[in-house]
């Protein structure tokens, strides 16, 4: 059974940095695409990062030069670095298996990133 | 970049027909997927490669799409349909390639 668990959420002022989790048991994230997606309060899912199996990189323009996924294979896990956050990045994050037909699977429960002064 | 347009609601009677549509350019060329989600919840897959049921997912659920239109079919909707569902594709000419639709939320009178 795959599950995927973020952590490392929570409450942090405008301008710092948070990193999440994302804990993935039942599958290798070194063969798989791995994302992150984010819902603000109230509104509707926006896709945040992606790690593909090649290592390589991808990010929405909104978070692009601000926020760095990487992975640790020895762990099956994977990271979103989230730097000079601000209010709008307040949202529940999802981590996600993006299956070959680059459709999403498998996705953990969320966890809550609040940007508040 | 790619743009999804979903209506922001649908209500339908229970035991009648639901029809969600997502709106893109020649999005017919394009695998589209589905996605519901309950307040609270993570989002669950309903229909993959736009009319592929996922494994537990009833019969009443459907896809098509063609030309410029995606539709998500709900048959016999049941209370349990209530839910926000979002369209989803990959664009492979872009590099931020995956693009949701806007979310249309179905309330089951």
């Known amino acids: 059974e795959v599950q995927l668990v973020e952590s490392g959420g929570g409450f942090i002022q405008p301008g710092g940095s948070l990193r999440l989790s994302c804990a993935a048991s039942?599958?290798?994230?070194?063969?798989?695409?791995m994302t992150w997606v984010r819902q603000a309060p109230g509104k509707g899912l926006e896709w945040v990062s992606a790690v593909y199996d090649d290592g390589s990189t991808y990010y929405a323009e909104s978070v692009k030069g601000r926020f760095i996924i990487s992975r640790d294979t020895s762990k099956d896990t994977v990271y979103l670095l989230m730097n000079s956050l601000r209010p709008d990045d307040t949202a529940i994050y999802y981590c996600?298996?993006?299956?070959?037909?680059?459709?999403?699977?498998?996705w953990g429960q969320g966890i809550l990133v609040t940007v508040s002064s | 970049s790619y743009v999804l347009t979903q209506a922001p609601s649908v209500s339908v009677a229970p035991g009648k027909t639901a029809s969600i549509t997502c709106g893109g350019k020649?999005?017919?060329?394009?695998?589209v997927h589905w996605y519901q989600q309950k307040p609270g919840q993570a989002p669950v897959p309903v229909i993959f490669y736009d009319s592929d049921r996922p494994s537990g997912i009833p019969e009443r659920f459907s896809g098509s799409n063609s030309g410029n239109t995606a539709t998500l079919t709900i048959s016999r909707v049941e209370a349990g349909d209530e839910a926000e569902y979002y369209c989803?594709?990959?664009?492979?000419?872009?590099?931020?390639?995956?693009?949701f639709g806007t979310g249309t939320k179905v309330t089951v009178l």
């Open positions: 020649n999005i017919g060329t394009k695998s």
């Open positions: 996600a298996r993006a299956a070959a037909g680059h459709h999403f699977d498998y």
């Open positions: 989803q594709v990959w664009d492979r000419n872009s590099d931020h390639p995956y693009v």
């Open positions: 039942g599958l290798s994230v070194r063969i798989n695409y």
